[in-house]
């Protein structure tokens, strides 16, 4: 299945004047989800840490545990497994969310630093909130993936908008793309995601990206989930272009995320291989590459490894292929063998056809 194609799209865009595109380097957002720990202090510190790290942005998430779910007791509105097994859902959320309040000055926080904020809605309140604080764009996260009118609302801003996948089916994928850019959407990214929490590295399935950026005529990445910075990284070098992942300042702290989240220094080496594999991709070249040119002298080639007298028969006994690589190749022995020299050649004289009959 193809969703609605946007010619531009392979093109890429711009989030608050970063280009966004498959030719582009990676942009990383240090997600801060709920592990400010319900301390303003500790998200202004996260983000600081962030720019700190090199994150391109930081990703807030903005609802209220009644804007997300029901302050209820039932068994639907329980939490069976993982890391928030037994909790009420209203619980969760209530100790997760980031304050209404807090977001105009971890917007103005972000301006200061000198990196982007934005945030991830879950409903139209959410919206107009952001849009009053000029959010740059909006991220859908997987679990709001099949919410269409959530979508429309977000992409008629016109800002871009990044879709995370986790759960969602090929055509539930094309239903969200769809729909982001009839309604006008400044432009789509999909993140391949697992939403689990950690995610299992052999679940990961990365060649997925490719298949998301081809299929869907979009700009791809991951939302990363699993532990550590190892599954990122690959993903660069498979074509993802935004990877997302959650920060913390220490797992020790606690929070909702923190055991799936990277501390500051993990972070930095995040941004670091990210980079690193994008750059590394380079182009396809069989060229000889600058840095290498040193070492041409360490090849092998052909040397006089006794003393050879004029006149004399080249054989296996006086000429070697040795380093280092100054002389003839080794592939020209046998073109060698039986010629006689012109003059004297000394142990250790590089083999040229000037100095053979």
Known sequence: MKAV???????????????????????????????????????????????AAGADAVKLQTYTADTITLDHDGPDFRIDGGPWAGRRLYDLYNEAHTPWEWHEALFARGRALGITVFSTPFDLTAIRLLEDL????????????????????????????????????????????????????????????????????????????????????????????????????????????????????????????????????????????????????????????PSERANLMFRRSLYAVRDISAGEAITEDNVRSIRPGHGLAPKYLPALLGRKARAGIARGTALSWSLVD
């Open 5 to 51: 194609v946007d010619s531009a799209a392979s093109r890429g865009f711009a989030i608050a004047g970063r280009e966004i595109a498959q030719h582009s380097p990676p942009y990383l957002i240090a997600e801060l989800s709920g592990n400010h720990n319900g301390k303003l202090d500790r998200a202004l510190a996260l983000m600081a840490a962030a720019k």
């Open 134 to 289: 000029g959010a740059p764009a909006y991220k859908i996260a997987s679990f709001e993936v099949i919410d269409l009118p959530l979508i429309e609302a977000a992409a008629r801003t016109g800002k871009p908008l990044i879709i995370s996948t986790g759960m969602a089916d090929l055509g539930e994928i094309g239903e969200a793309v769809a729909a982001a850019r009839m309604a006008g959407a400044g432009g789509v990214v999909l993140l391949h995601c697992v939403s689990a929490y950690p995610a299992p590295p052999e679940e990961a399935n990365l060649a997925t990206i490719a298949d998301l950026a081809a299929r869907f005529d979009v700009v791809a990445g991951l939302s990363d989930h699993t532990l550590g910075t190892a599954v990122a990284m690959a993903a660069v070098a498979l074509g993802a272009r935004v990877i997302e992942k959650h920060v913390t300042l220490a797992r020790a702290d606690g929070g909702p995320d923190s055991a799936f989240s990277l501390e500051p220094s993990e972070l930095a080496q995040l941004v670091e291989g990210c980079r690193a594999s994008y750059a590394a991709l380079g182009r396809v070249s069989y060229e000889r590459e």
